[in-house]
């Protein structure tokens, strides 16, 4: 330890990929592994890391584990915590703890519960157990299209209502397709006002039965054409333009805010368009793209960050965006976390009893306050008032 007393953890950049067993299906991970580069890893063990972000091909699982994050597949499969069985954690006061077990559920409190999505609030994850999914199967990728985003959305909230859980269930909107079509060349189609990828996993009778339900009940909801990929080459190409959206969004504009709410199912389409009246309102173009399976939106208010006076707007969209989805019933945050920016609106999700309770708990892990202060929780009172907006470096919009 140094004579300051701090406590360095490694000068490394912790990314090593330390033990597989496949027998037991865990691997133990250091948290600068790249979440798609461990999933490469597994090929050919018949075994995956089951959460995929759409950012996989750059987070890490230690930002996966901080931020509990989803993607497509975790619909079914459930987010990051479902597959952490055990987090080794260098607590704020420098301790060195295990959270959780390789097998079974640990007694007690359930610590690693309360550690993986608290965006490095409780100390800081440096080895990380985490639980290896079977590869299915037989899996079936189909890509609905619709003339409007209600027929869309309906299909969305008649398939859950049937009981299937699709493995995978995302929408995007025109201009997300027009945006990435050319470039991804995925097949979708450029004149539809949206398109949903269902992806179904499991045993070839159950997924040849359940893609037959989805195809009757995407007709009897509107939608205008579907195709089932012919073979894995076509079900990349589908994949390749979702995991793309969000890099075409440069060949409209040079930046974009991306936000992230969840909403219940049943209100998507009335959500989405005023998403959209909101970004029209000021002067950014709003385009949506999301896990619709499970009502995570993903707005993204696209605009030129060189116009005088364009960040106000979108913070100010942001704003309207959150209390949108706030009052149809939704959550501030599905899988990105609250971070810096979102810190502020947490009263208008929680009360002031709940806000101290969280408190209660990060200072039992934390009591000087030493773990990114000033993530998640909002200062002072939390008496249900905003507060402004913290200072953000310029040049951080993606
Ligand atoms: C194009 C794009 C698509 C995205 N798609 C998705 C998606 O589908 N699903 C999704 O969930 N998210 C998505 N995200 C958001 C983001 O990629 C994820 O939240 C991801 O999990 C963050 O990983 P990271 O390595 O970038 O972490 P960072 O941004 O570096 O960190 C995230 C948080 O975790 C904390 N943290 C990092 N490492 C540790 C550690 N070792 N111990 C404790 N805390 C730690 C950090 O302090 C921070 O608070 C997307 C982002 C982009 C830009």
């Known amino acids: ?71 497509p597949h975790c619909l079914l499969y459930g987010v990051t915590s479902v597959h952490v069985a055990a987090v080794e954690v260098v607590l704020p006061d420098g301790d060195v703890v295990v959270l959780g077990e390789e097998e079974g559920d640990a007694v007690g409190y359930d610590l690693r519960g309360a550690f993986v999505g608290g965006e490095g609030t409780l100390g800081i994850a440096t080895r990380i157990a985490v639980r290896l999914t079977p590869d299915p199967p037989d899996v079936r990728t189909m890509l609905l299209d619709f003339m409007t985003i209600e027929e869309a959305a309906d299909t969305v909230s008649a398939v859950i209502a049937a009981g299937m859980v699709p493995s995978a269930l995302e929408l995007m909107d025109q201009q997300v397709v027009q945006a990435v079509e050319p470039f991804a060349n995925a097949g979708y189609s450029l004149d539809a006002a949206a398109v949903l990828i269902v992806e179904l996993d499991g045993l070839p009778a159950g997924v040849a039965q359940e893609a037959e339900a989805v195809e009757l009940l995407a007709l009897q909801n509107g939608a205008r054409s579907v195709r089932v990929a012919a073979d894995e080459e076509e079900r ?59 009502g995570n939106l993903h707005p993204l208010l696209v605009f030129d960050d060189r116009e005088p006076g364009i960040m106000d707007h979108v913070y100010a969209a942001g704003e309207e965006i959150v209390r949108l989805s706030l009052e149809v019933g939704g959550v501030l945050s599905g899988e990105h976390g609250i971070g810096l920016e979102k810190r502020r609106f947490m009263p208008l999700l929680f009360s002031p009893e709940d806000l101290a309770a969280q408190r209660l708990l990060r200072d039992a892990f934390d009591p000087e306050g030493v773990s990114n202060p000033d993530k998640v929780l909002p200062d002072g009172p939390s008496c249900g008032e905003i507060q402004d907006l913290p200072e953000v470096p310029e040049g951080t919009w993606v």
């Open 1 to 71: 330890m140094p004579s300051d007393g701090s406590v360095v953890i490694s000068t490394t950049r912790m990314n090593r990929i330390l033990e597989v067993d496949v027998e037991r299906r865990i691997a133990w991970v250091e948290p600068g592994v790249i979440n798609l580069e461990l999933t490469r890893h597994l090929a050919g063990t018949g075994l995956h890391f089951a959460p995929d972000p759409s950012s996989q091909s750059a987070c890490t699982i230690g930002g996966n584990v901080g931020t509990n994050a989803g993607g």
């Open 236 to 294: 990349a190409r589908i994949w390749k333009g979702r995991k793309a959206a969000f890099g075409a969004i440069a060949t409209i504009k040079p930046a974009y805010y991306l936000h992230d709410t969840v909403i219940p199912r049943t209100r998507l389409a009335e959500v989405i368009s005023g998403v959209n009246a909101i970004a029209e309102r000021h002067g950014l173009i709003g385009m949506n793209v999301f896990h619709a399976g499970d």
